[in-house]
Structure formats: C-alpha cells, structure tokens
C-alpha cells in the first residue's frame, strides 16, 4: 500500500472502533534506518485503513483514529524520558513530528519535534541536516512559517 510518504507493510487486523469492520494497521517503512539510526530507534509512523463499505475498500483515514496517534504521541514522548541516549532520540523525535502530521497538525508537530531536537547534545550541523531532509522529503506537506531553527523554542528541560 503506498502511503504519502513511501511504502507500507502490513502489522496488524484489528477491529479498533468496534464497528464490526476489521483495520488494517500498517507501518512506513520509509523511515527505517534514517540518518543512519539502528532499527529500534528508527522513526515509526503508523496508518489507519478502515473497510469503506460503499466503495468495498480499504480507505485510509488519520482523523477517525486520533485518538491512536495521539496514544502512540504520548507513548514516544514517555518512552523519551527513559531512553535518552542520541541516536533513540533522534529517531523518535521524528516520530512525534510524522504522528502530528497524520492528524493535520503539523506545526504543532514541527514545534514539539524542533523542541526535542533541542534536547540532543548532537551537532548543530546534524540537527540542521535533518530539518532540511524532512523539508525536502515532505514537500509541499508543511504547513508555510515553520521555522528551520528551533531558537523559537523556549521551554523548559
């Protein structure tokens, strides 16, 4: 299944709203590896494909299961205060950003995503870099003013 972003392998069936429709709960395997990061500490976004009785297919649908990237937002975002070591930070704080875009809040996501980039004792440059990589990979799925430097970031530690 090819998502906005690249493509997508199967991880699950499961019926999450109950409606008797079984989902299909895909991962995007785009993002597997990036910037050189190990496998689990690779960004991972996941995507919704509920069963469209009318049109007969499954149709992907990020605003009817929220609540599932919202969870899966919060869970990063706590598993961040106890593995905080660069490379698993790097990878999901990405992840954090690509979840808030599922839902259309995209600058939200970049805001959060420029904070926990903050957050690394890495390289300016490095951090740099992957701004412009997720700006050229995303284009034209970025809300205009986000900034390119998390200075407007002012929040504590």
């Known amino acids: 299944y090819p998502s906005r972003q690249g493509e997508t392998v199967l ?4 019926d999450i709203d109950q409606d008797g429709f079984p989902e299909l709960l895909l991962t995007d395997t785009q993002w597997e590896f990036y910037q050189g990061v190990c496998h689990a500490c690779s960004p991972h976004v996941g995507h919704y494909l509920t069963w469209d009785p009318v049109k007969e297919r499954y149709k992907e649908d990020p605003l009817r299961f929220r609540g599932e990237y919202e969870k899966d937002i919060q869970e990063t975002l706590a598993a961040l205060e106890e593995k905080n070591y660069p490379e698993y930070y790097l990878g999901n704080a990405v992840s954090v950003f690509l979840n808030y875009q599922m839902i259309g809040e995209s600058r939200r996501g970049w805001v959060e995503f420029e904070w926990l980039l903050s957050r690394i004792p890495a390289e300016r440059e490095l951090i740099k870099s992957i701004q412009n990589d997720l700006h050229t990979r995303l ?3 970025l ?10 970031i ?3 530690k």
Do not use: A, M, Q
């Open 143 to 152: 809300p205009s003013g986000i900034p390119g430097t998390h200075d407007l």
């Open 11 to 14: 991880t699950g069936i499961t």
């Open 139 to 141: 284009e034209g799925n």
């Open 154 to 156: 002012h929040r504590d």
